[in-house]
């Protein structure tokens, strides 16, 4: 009996089903790393861009404390655009001092309330110019409010566009009359040798969740619901955040915004440092003031902070104005400030 024979020939390759399932697993494999990837370069993009506010922030109050003098730094509206509600770049300023040429005059109001100010003529600006408008022009005087010393006294001025008129909050000691002394306090303004600093690609400021929260609804105003409960001139069509109807959060400085225009003010997105480490001025008064850093194209998209269908991170850098502390927290879904005001911060 002849024994049978084997083949024992290796095959040349493989079968084109198996080459497939080869290539679907490797191109699975290969789109899952992306999104990992990708995902975990948007995060480190948003705490960089954390740690830079932070850093900028401690450099400021490092300066006030060694030099003596106030310091502070100035967030930037994205492209410089007056209509932006985002900010993607700062720079270190100063304080610019204080003000005092020529008198004020000051005239009681409707009421009999001594608070309309007229201030000096500026005699090279024609037309009835002031000086004050040539500071505000410049940006070096906030029409939203400055303060001012009158007779010894500290008061807030502002211009109204209703009546145009510069006018105290409170009745001034120093008036009704004219030829008075004063002393305005300036604006900040940019330290010599200084230049914007851009945050990481893609990566704001989003200001309009820290300034406005939602109504009941939990959204930012939504077409044809009361929010606020009061009513308001966008419920029945709503443009998003800085509607009448939508509630105040009161998590930025009031003068960082100008209710009347609805525009963010540039000259005046300013936390200032004392020498003794503090923050002071206008922010002083906030409370906690929150930054929340975002992806602009989730802005863009209009997703709100704490929403799981946004595909870059955020964090909220927190400044307390009291003791002058700098600190980054993550966001709670369920309510945005919690952990930036009572819990977990990040390293």
Known sequence: MRPLKTDYRRRAGFTLIELLIVMTIMLSLAALTFSVISFSIETDRIQGGARQIQSYLEGARDRALYAGQPRGVRFLLRNNAPTATVADSMVFVGASGTFSSGFIGIANDGLGNPVVVTPPVDPAGGGGTTLWDSLTTRGLLNPNGARIKIANSFYTVFFDLTSSTWQLTSNSAGGPGVGIAYELDLEPSVLPNQEPRLLPQNVVIDLDPSRFTVGPDGEPGVAGVDDDGVGGVDDAGELGFGGSDDVYAGKLPTAWYDSVAGLYVQNSMDIMFSPRGNVMGNPAATGMIHLILSDQDDVDAGLLPGDTNKEGGELITTI????????????????????????????
């Open 320 to 347: 307390t104005p009291q003791t002058g502390n700098i600190s980054t927290h993550p966001i709670d879904p369920a309510d945005v400030f919690h952990l930036a005001e009572y819990g977990e911060v990040v390293r």
